[in-house]
């Protein structure tokens, strides 16, 4: 990094950067590329595949293993010992291809996050990538940006920015333009902006000194670098759940090494016995399955246009009772246009084909030619290629600004030349609290002019004369009055009204207020209604959610009458009792806003602090809230809810904060993204339950034969081998499961909600009893006729393999049966069970298994009495869980 930046003079960077005013050209931007390179910080070292393997040995599991192994080779069972090393090296490539399968989604998706720059390219404004910019691009920064790169100040208007991440003070830092000392600090360099700070406050002219590993902050990268991915409360609860099932599990395998021992069996080989079975029963599969059930979550949650910016709001997802929305581009399409300007002397409407008015065929003093003016000049919206034609047109900013600029474009009024004629001296941006924007213009005649934009009734209270026929009246005179009956009609149909409103100083007058101050004694020029189409899934999102559990409130600056119409188009209750606006949720207290919350539908007219306290007072009742915002000011909202949404049009510090950042500005995308996190939270559940209840019926069996001093059940290598068929490939499986029927005709489950709830805790007891059990009586109905011990462990072992496979499809579906139409409509579990059963099949009848695995050829009647005593578990089991669970007979079918 150059550190003297900050003491040269303007003219003295423009030479350094050999750069103008008006941008570099695209060839300058070409060959400054390749001399300086993309505009990215020097990225952190990967994670390493092989350290990736390596850390799957790092686990108590392996231990055990280890510990099972050596006692084998000591007492001399050598197939034993190498088969415990092949089912080690097994598991540890299972996990390790889950958790890589994770973290390459994880990678994935953080490489999607990007940082827009507003970029002076050939005198022409344009979007780009920040990765792009160059030194000597000039570059323009608002309210919410994260500034793209080191920076000198050209011209700043009240411009705070939030340096903590390069000073750790949380404070603002006033910037001002002009040199500071070659030797200041960096933290006092005022007229300097550096990579990665968030702007507060203000806007600002910039021109870039240094990209990437040049910048100060890439001279201490260390401080930027993503920090490791805490886990989840939900990751958390599943890491203590297993210790206390392992520490169970461990319990009873003592049991039974001590009950072994007693009834006379070797202790050695109880011992070796007892250690593969705490191997077997202990879900050792289910935190990278957690992981990768997360993982594939945000991935699918992003083919519905969602970005997941933070793991935990997957699991918060599903527990969502309350959606607070804005309407525009989320209900509506966010294609704002011009459809009435409404003035003292005409109203004008759009057929969205033709200009709205033609400047050619006015003087230029009209009423709705000074209202189109002031849309297109009091306006942060650009046109990034006005010279071809008009479909081709990339038009930046927010929608209402879009609209303004595009129909005064269309009606002669090139904002370009309007700011020649008229320069600029100041401006402020709009301001939700405020309620306007204004911008301070010099005139030809040596005068000035305020434009000012609003919200009616803010810009009617600080206006004293109504601009008709090129004169000014009194603000109360009959005309005005017939508008505002008109301005009520529009509003009550849905429409977005503006007021235009300006004031004229004499070029004698000196200015010496700030703007903000300026905006009185204004005269009111006329109306401009805008119309933004309502989405077509608008209605069905609305009715899904309702079905769902979940309350939808629309929070809007918009009138309140823009937002009942809106309201009532969608479904959200709009009657007058739901209605609140913020003037009257100003006058509440937090007490009275707590107790209101509960049957308020719709807030309108409402600031971004509004919406802090309306996040707070529904929390406070005891919502899961997901909040959708997109401006700088609504962060402290979404960051405060449980699921912070921000639309992809929103300022770079609202998404910082955001949980989600919608790719696709469109409430359906928040629908999909909560029927997303549900069936994350059920797979997990599957997932477990599956892990669970077979591993359970081992400990059955083994506890019944000790207690009724029987031999061994399973040996060592049949119990491993078990857990590779039931651990191994369907574990992996269920982590792709997408059942969406019915997923959304449930109603929100509570955050506190365990893993294990009462009707799973039931059905998971049956499942105990019932394969336990039945493998426990075969194993003592055959070893008592037959007396062929290898024979009897054959049949037991094939018939609790068996279970275990056919098993897996029980548990696809808490809510539906089984035995249904798309029982094997996941096409990845029904290939895993069926690589499962060919193994299972193999080991009677193969000569190196049949030795690995102490077995015996089978019988076509054992073969039959293995099938019928798994079907009649499967059904009891089928029987239990319809029990246990609420099933839906609606529930005819499921997506994957």
């Avoid at 297993?242 to 599990?249: A, E, K, L, P, W």
Wanted: net charge neutral; aromatic share 8%; with cysteine.
């Amino acid at each position: 990094m150059n550190h003297t930046w900050h003491a040269f003079t303007l003219e003295k960077i423009f030479n350094e950067l050999e750069t103008r005013e008006k941008g570099l050209s695209d060839t300058e931007v070409k060959n400054k590329l390749k001399q300086y390179g993309q505009n990215i910080l020097p990225k952190e070292r990967s994670y390493s595949k092989f350290l990736l393997f390596l850390s799957q040995f790092n686990n108590p599991l392996v231990l055990i293993f280890f510990v099972a192994g050596v006692v084998s080779l000591y007492l001399g069972h050598y197939s034993d010992a190498i088969f415990i090393i092949v089912v080690l090296f097994i598991n540890t490539i299972v996990g390790f291809y889950q958790e890589n399968k994770a973290n390459d989604s994880l990678q994935t998706l953080r490489s999607m996050v990007k940082i827009p720059a507003q970029v002076l390219r050939g005198d022409n404004l344009k979007e780009i990538d920040s990765t792009e910019l160059v030194p000597g691009d000039i570059v323009f920064l608002h309210a919410g940006n994260k500034v793209p790169a080191d920076a000198r100040l050209i011209e700043a208007k009240g411009l705070k920015v939030d340096e903590s991440n390069l000073t750790g003070e949380w404070v603002a830092i006033a910037k001002l333009t002009g040199e500071v000392p070659e030797n200041t600090q960096l933290s006092d360099r005022f007229n300097m902006v550096f990579m990665g700070s968030i702007v507060e406050e203000g806007t600002a002219k910039v021109i870039v000194v240094e990209t990437g590993s040049r910048t100060a902050v890439g001279d201490i990268v260390s401080l930027l670098r993503e920090t490791k991915e805490r886990k989840t409360p939900l990751q958390e609860k599943m890491s203590a759940l297993s210790r206390t099932v392992g520490i169970f599990i461990l319990g009873l395998v003592g049991i039974i090494i001590i009950g072994g021992y007693i009834n006379g069996q070797s202790f050695a080989d109880i011992f070796v016995v007892s250690l593969a079975l705490a191997v077997s029963v202990t879900p050792a599969g289910l935190l990278p399955a957690v992981t990768v059930i997360l993982a594939l979550g945000m991935r699918r949650i992003l083919k519905h246009k969602g970005l997941v910016r933070k793991l935990i709001a997957n699991e918060t997802l599903g527990s969502v009772t309350v959606i607070c929305t804005d309407k525009t581009g989320t209900l509506t399409e966010g294609k704002m246009q011009v459809s009435h300007i409404l003035t003292g002397t005409q109203e004008l409407l759009s057929n969205n084909k033709d200009p709205i008015v033609d400047i050619k065929s006015t003087n230029g003093l009209e009423a709705h030619i000074i209202a189109l003016k002031a849309g297109v000049l009091v306006n942060d919206a650009f046109i990034e290629n006005p010279n071809d034609e008009f479909h081709d047109w990339v038009v930046r900013g927010n929608p209402t600004g879009r609209a303004l600029l595009v129909a005064g474009a269309h009606a002669g009024l090139s904002k370009k030349k309007l700011e020649e004629e008229y320069p600029v001296i100041d401006n402020l941006s709009f301001n939700s609290d405020l309620k306007y924007s204004a911008s301070l213009h010099a005139k030809p005649d040596g005068g000035k002019i305020l434009y000012v934009l609003g919200a009616p009734e803010v810009l009617a209270e600080k206006s004293i004369n109504f601009y008709v026929s090129g004169k000014k009246d009194k603000l109360d005179s009959d005309v005005h009055t017939k508008l505002l009956q008109k301005l009520d009609s529009l509003t009550q149909n849905g429409l977005r009204v503006v007021g235009c409103s300006f004031r004229e100083f004499s070029k004698d007058e000196e200015i010496k207020d700030s703007i903000d101050s300026l905006v009185q004694n204004l005269t009111l020029v006329g109306y401009i209604a805008l119309k933004d189409p309502l989405r077509v899934d608008a209605k069905s999102s609305i009715a899904l959610t309702k079905r769902a559990g979940i309350r939808t409130i629309l929070i809007t600056g918009d009138h309140k009458l823009t937002a009942r119409s809106i309201a009532l188009e969608v479904g959200i209750p709009a009657t007058s009792d739901k209605i609140l606006e913020g003037k009257d949720l100003e006058a509440l207290s937090d007490k009275q806003l707590e107790e209101k919350v509960g049957t308020i539908s719709i807030y309108a007219r409402v600031s971004p602090s509004h919406k802090l306290r309306i996040v707070n007072a529904l929390q406070n009742q005891g919502e899961v809230v997901a909040m959708l915002g997109d401006g700088v000011n609504d962060a402290p909202a979404l960051k405060v809810a449980d699921v912070g949404v921000v639309v992809g049009s929103g300022t770079d510090v609202a998404k910082e904060v955001a949980d989600i950042v919608l790719l696709e500005d469109s409430f359906s995308t928040v629908i999909k993204a909560v029927e997303q996190g549900r069936i994350i939270f059920q797979n997990i559940r599957k997932v477990f339950v599956y892990l669970i209840a077979d591993d359970f019926s081992e400990l059955f069996i083994f506890l019944a034969a000790m207690i009724f001093g029987l031999p061994l059940p399973l040996l060592t290598a049949q119990i491993l081998w078990i857990n590779l068929v039931e651990d191994g490939l369907p574990d992996i499986a269920l982590t792709t499961e997408q059942e969406t029927v019915g997923v959304m005709d449930e109603k929100p489950r509570s955050p506190d909600e365990p893993i294990l709830n009462k009707p799973m805790k039931k059905w998971l007891a049956s499942i105990f009893f019932i394969s336990g059990l039945a493998a426990f009586l075969l194993f003592f109905v055959f070893w008592k006729i037959t007396g062929d011990l290898d024979k009897t462990r054959t049949i037991v072992f094939t018939l609790m393999c068996f279970d275990s496979l056919v098993f897996a499809f029980s548990v696809r579906s808490f809510k539906r049966p089984m035995f249904r139409k798309d029982i094997f409509s996941n096409k990845i579990l029904v290939g895993a069970v069926l690589i499962g059963f060919i193994l299972i099949i193999a080991s009677p009848y193969l000569r190196p298994l049949q030795i690995l695995l102490s077995t015996q050829p089978l019988l076509l009647m054992d073969w039959v009495t293995i099938v019928a005593i798994s079907i009649v578990e499967i059904v009891l089991i089928e029987w239990f869980k319809k029990k246990s669970f609420a099933f839906n007979p609606s529930f005819s079918k499921v997506q994957n």
